[in-house]
């Protein structure tokens, strides 16, 4: 029976270099598993099926399997698996992704990674999506740990005109959406503060264009 082996450890994404457990955020998209797999000395040429069996729920892969075909003696060739992370994945909660490699004749094997969701790394607020808008736009932002959060919207003139979010929140990904359906077209600023449990202080602000 013809052996498979792999000449590269996977890699996954930026977050996870040198870990045994391979940490990532929610939200963050564009992740990749790379498994390198060669065909053995003396072997004939082969075609090997790469199919993800098992996952988490709140990861998501651009394709579940991917075919390497005619890999000669000795020859090596990449399967890439690219996934993003929900950001609704739980903060703290591990989980397994489970590769199955099936050679074409019928030798295969499993290989498994860890991998463990973390809390965001820095306060981030996003720009709104769509932007221009009519009426309807997303807010998004990362808060790095529990924190009471406001969301607030104003006129060029400083007006507030809205006030989307004032309460406490979870450490992770959150979004809000903005209905503008009684205002004007024009220039507006949404803020983004928050406090977090430490005393910590978070701040930022971004121009949005109403637009009918």
């Given at each position: 029976m013809n052996k498979l082996k792999y000449l590269l450890p996977a890699l996954i994404s930026a977050f996870a270099f040198g870990q045994s457990i391979y940490e990532l955020q929610p939200g963050s998209k564009g992740n990749l598993f790379e498994l390198s797999i060669s065909n053995s000395p003396g072997s004939a040429t082969q075609s090997v099926s790469v199919l993800v069996q098992e996952k988490p729920d709140w990861i998501s892969f651009a394709a579940s399997e991917i075919a390497l075909s005619e890999i000669n003696r000795l020859q090596k060739q990449t399967a890439q698996f690219y996934f993003d992370v929900s950001e609704n994945a739980p903060i703290g909660e591990e989980g397994n992704v489970t590769f199955r490699i099936t050679s074409g004749t019928g030798g295969g094997l499993i290989k498994t990674y860890n991998i463990k969701v973390t809390a965001p790394a820095i306060f981030e607020v996003q720009q709104n999506y769509p932007n221009p808008f009519n009426p309807n736009t997303t807010i998004k932002y990362s808060i790095p740990q529990d924190a009471f959060v406001s969301v607030k919207v104003f006129n060029v003139l400083g007006e507030r005109v809205a006030e989307l979010?004032?309460?406490?929140?979870?450490?992770?990904v959150h979004e809000v959406v903005f209905n503008a359906a009684n205002l004007s077209?024009?220039?507006?600023?949404?803020?983004?503060?928050?406090?977090?449990?430490?005393?910590?202080?978070?701040?930022?602000?971004?121009?949005?264009?109403?637009?009918?």
């Open positions: 979010v004032n309460k406490d929140l979870k450490t992770g077209s024009g220039f507006y600023f949404y803020i983004v503060e928050a406090k977090g449990i430490n005393g910590a202080k978070y701040f930022d602000s971004k121009k949005m264009i109403l637009l009918r």
